[in-house]
């Protein structure tokens, strides 16, 4: 099967999520990266292509235009304030899209996005990670089958320390970026916490109906929420809670959600990613471990196999396979939730998603 001619849009040579998607789309070679504009800059732009040994544009623009003929699908990785800009040109001139998490920076720009991604005949894609680990996969089937029975209520929590000084006033570029409302919209719901509620949708199967946050921007002088707990009301009268915090000092990246029901519990945790915790009615633990990686069970897969499973299902998809990606409607969801969760902060009430 010929591989899906790919150009990425963000990215450069030194930032994290670029090399990131670059890795996962190298891991089952389904992709190849063929161009890119890599950075707003235009020297660095060109510099990183340059060291890609791929065609490199100073503008995404130019990028678009220019490769029209010999590019099938775009991969976008920038700040979130151009996110729709691109995706939305991309999409018209005829490219499938793959777009990194939040879908926008703002509601009114994800409602536009969405449904320019619903009316076209182009893959619409987003990465949200977590939703590549396998024992989240199993979390989701065994619960649609029905192994919890009624489901009652869910806890998510994603921690992180990294911005619990203000880094971004000494110029630390993915914190000034992200620390800025003009770039990124919302601060750490945005960021992390849409990662956060994308988890409970997919793993329940539920939607998000109303939320109540207590929000804060605890680092003196910050611009966008830091710190998030949001209560949750789902569909079937199931409850929830949701903390996002990026100001916890020492935490590195605390990812874990779990989920009650009727006839026991499921836990998943990222420091123990390859497991899936069942906890009985009467008290009974039983851990599953992942079997379903490139390896044989017992070599451990992390985060880049979890970025990797998303890509090859983008790759499925762009290929007319039948498979499931996250795609407008997850992320327009996502988008909802942050709109309303930061609303409910200025009402003190519950706010509809």
Request: glycine share 10%; hydrophobic share 35%.
């Amino acid at each position: 099967m010929n591989r899906i001619r790919t150009a990425m849009i963000g990215g450069g040579i030194g930032g994290f999520i670029g090399e990131i998607h670059r890795m996962a789309m190298r891991l089952d070679d389904r992709f190849d990266l063929v161009a890119g504009a890599l950075s707003s800059e235009s020297a660095r732009a060109l510099e990183s292509a340059t060291q890609l040994g791929i065609r490199g544009y100073e503008s995404w623009q130019e990028l678009l235009e220019n490769e029209k003929d010999t590019v099938d699908c775009v991969v976008i990785v920038t700040p979130n304030n151009s996110h729709a800009e691109i995706a939305t040109s991309a999409l018209e001139l005829g490219y499938h899209v793959v777009l990194d998490k939040p879908m926008t920076r703002t509601l009114d720009e994800a409602v536009a996005l969405a449904e320019i991604a619903s009316n076209s005949n182009k893959v619409f894609a987003m990465t949200y990670t977590y939703t590549g680990y396998p024992m989240i996969r199993q979390m989701r089937a065994r619960i649609l089958a029905g192994e919890l029975g009624t489901l009652r209520t869910v806890s998510v929590d994603y921690r992180q320390g990294w911005l619990a000084e203000p880094i971004e006033k000494d110029g630390q570029k993915q914190a000034s970026w992200r620390t800025d409302p003009k770039l990124s919209g919302a601060g750490a719901l945005g960021d992390i916490g849409s990662h956060a509620e994308q988890l409970v949708r997919y793993t329940t199967g539920l939607t998000i109906k109303q939320v109540r946050g207590d929000i804060h921007s605890l680092v003196d002088g910050r611009r966008v929420d830091d710190h998030a707990s949001v209560q949750l009301k789902l569909e079937n009268g199931v409850t929830g809670d949701l903390v996002c915090s990026q100001v916890c000092t020492g935490e590195r990246n605390h990812v874990s959600i779990r989920v009650w029901g009727s006839k026991g519990s499921f836990l998943w945790s990222h420091g123990q990613c390859d497991e899936l915790k069942f906890t009985a009615s009467n008290g009974t633990e039983t851990i599953s471990f992942c079997e379903e990686n490139r390896a044989p069970s017992g070599h451990p897969a992390g985060f880049i196999e979890a970025f990797a499973n998303i890509y090859r299902d983008c790759a499925s998809k762009i290929q007319g396979e039948n498979v499931e990606v996250i795609n407008e409607k997850d992320g327009l969801a996502s988008m909802k939730f942050v709109n309303a969760a930061l609303l409910s902060k200025e009402t003190q009430a519950w706010s509809d998603v």
